[in-house]
């Protein structure tokens, strides 16, 4: 698992295809799957990422809905519940918000109000992020928000391998996943390289002794690309990956960070009250006397997120400002 | 010549002219993002429009270019938003989805679809709580009627007898999702009448049918502060947005509501009876086309929003410079 996900590589598959194959082998393997969500048959999904499964396993198994996210999202839930394994599709981060009630609300919570008498073994994907000019109601990063909630598992795949590997694993879970895909990762080509996967554990995508670049999804890219720089001006960053964001792989946080005794956390969220708020905090816990500077964090502007170009890659951590931040910590 | 009919042969070419070009500044990169266009379904822009008054509040979605237009926000305003420049109207922050114009009482520009229902009841409570007489005029697509929103918004505008003019633009598909493939009950119409108001379907393709029908729902809500809904009966010719490669309808389809282009339609028949002649048109062209490179130049040579302004406007200013 060491491809830097922003090296398009012919012949490889890409993080959209990788998920498609995903999705193929979950239907073929259990037909309790199906995949449910807007324009995920005829249109072949709003990003393309179900193009063609209608073909093959027909309206049944791949559920156009209607504009009713409430509807749908509940309505996995109800299936779930009644033994099937839901797909549920949200085309955008920023529409899932017209379910949360149903996904914090019942899907988080069903097990324990119920005494653990229910389970929901629900996955539910959907697009997140910012860097295609779509402004404020199409491209914010709320899965640190997701992350928040107990009774949630929360996924962010950044590789191709992680595309292609995260849902099986994310379907056997007993509980309701959530899986993050960064809509600027799709046309990204990179090879599998693995059969499986786990879902429990962060990876360091590039090993390092003087500072620890903490990263997921989108912002893998930027930390890897920060890393590269670094490494030219003499500085080695290691590069950790955090696939899951609930619950924290914190053995693997602390256990980078106490090697190299130095942390920037790169997020795409905003700062305030944030995923990154989060991990710098349990760093601060568990090996505050092993720093040697504070931990630094790179977040998106505090910002609705603008339309102009130049406006929005203002917003966004950007390698350059990774690099300043472990340069700070390096001293 | 017949200044009404002029009038709304004018603004539905201004539309369509608009886009067309918008195309072309798409495909030269100069507009990013999602950009939904309005063609073939600019009927029901000019008709609505020609009924509100110019103290009307308007509430609009990702879809609407005709709409700003029709309104009267300035087309250099329009463009240069889609440009990202400090001139657009909502200072290079919304883009092609979020054209904001309060001096016009245009209130976006909402892409999330059915988030504007809440917003236009909303607004017609305060009119209705102050004792103004306008009415708002809230858009959106036949997908909303799906949303929840839609429902809880129809029951509240009727529970509370409140002056909004629904504006059902039923362009037959949501992204790629037809009306009967969506909803059980297909007559959005007769959904709207069963919250108690008055509801009627419109052929979005006639402009004059589009016209009159607003004109008498506008004096409608107007005269007895009740909400009212047109479902208006569209197609758009163009895919969804850019992205959309429109794989899910036939060419046959496409080809057969062309025939009833609005524009076209209208224009002969604005020619048959006199009301328009070939030299008007060939002038109202010249005239459009002039105010669209207009625009073109001043987006192009408009300054964009210093980076440095970034945060500017995430909460209100006490004072904002012009
Ligand atoms: C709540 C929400 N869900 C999904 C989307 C994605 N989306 C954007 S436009 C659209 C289709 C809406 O169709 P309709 O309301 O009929 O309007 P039209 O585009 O036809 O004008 C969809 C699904 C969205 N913007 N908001």
Redesign the interface.
Known sequence: MTNPPAAPAAGHPTYREAIRAAIRDALDADDRVFLMG??VG???G?FGVSLGLLEEYGPDRIR????????FVGAGIGAALAGMRPIVEIMTV??SL?SLDQILNNAATFSYMSGGQLSVPLVIRMTTGAG???????SHSLEGWYAHIPGIRVLAPATVTDARRMLAPALADPDPVLIFEHGTLYNVAGSDDLDEVDIDSAAVRRDGDDVTLIGYGGTLGVALAAAETLAGQGISAEVLDLRVLRPLDEDAIVGSVRRTHRAVVVDEGWRSGSLAAEIAARITERVFYELDAPVERVCA????M??????EQ??LPGPDDVVAAARRAVG | MNARGRDLFASMLRIRRFEERCVELYSARKIRGFMHLYIGEEAVAAGVFDALGADDNVVSTYREHGHALARGVPMTAVLAEMYGKATGCSRGRGGSMHLFDVSRRFYGGNAIVGGGLPIAVGLALADRMRGADRVTACFFGDGAVAEGEFHECLNLAALWRLPVLFCCENNRYAMGTALHRAQAQTDLALRAASYGMVAWPVDGMDVSAVAAAAHRARAQVAATGEPCFLELRTYRFRAHSMYDSDRYRDAAEIDRWKQRDPIDTYAAELLGSGELTEQDRTELEASVGREIDAAVGAAESAPREPVSDLTRFVLTEPEVPS
């Open positions: 807007e324009d005829r249109y072949g709003c156009d809905t209607p504009l009713s996210e409430s509807a920023n529409f017209l295609r000019q779509l402004a404020a109601q199409h502007a505090e910002v609705p603008p339309y102009a170009g130049h406006l203002a917003a």
